[in-house]
């Protein structure tokens, strides 16, 4: 089992930068696949980003390539989202979840949920 929290969510500008992490707990992290995924208020969960369990392989959405980051650090149990360049649109909850398949991009394949951190991007 793997509990995950969040942090680094907060208020930026348009154009700015954050950073996300989630930090895990559990001796079976680096088995996992982990995914960061977000809400925006009336939306259902959305696919952002995922990472597979060495780190090896990625894959984003297409509204954050070349702008968002996924990495990995199996030995600190971290997950982190690096958003540079961010728009108004960015603006959401974000979830970061563990799941067992190599790069999943559907919400039902993730097993464990952090409780989320807010992002909002003023314009």
């Known amino acids: 089992q793997v509990q995950l929290v969040e942090h680094g969510g907060g208020l930026v500008q348009a154009g700015g930068s954050l950073r996300l992490s989630c930090a895990a707990s559990g001796r079976t992290f680096m088995t996992y696949a982990m995914g960061w995924f977000r809400q925006a208020p009336g939306k259902e969960r959305e696919f952002v980003a995922a990472?597979?369990?060495?780190?090896?392989?990625?894959t984003y959405v297409d509204a954050v390539k070349g702008r968002f980051t996924i990495s990995r650090d199996n030995f600190e149990k971290t997950v982190s989202l690096q958003m540079n360049s961010l728009e108004p649109e960015d603006t959401a909850v974000y979830y970061c979840a563990a799941a067992g398949n190599l790069l999943p991009i559907h919400p039902y394949e993730y097993a464990y949920w952090g409780q989320g951190t807010q992002v909002t991007v003023s314009s």
């Open positions: 990472i597979s369990w060495n780190g090896g392989s990625t």
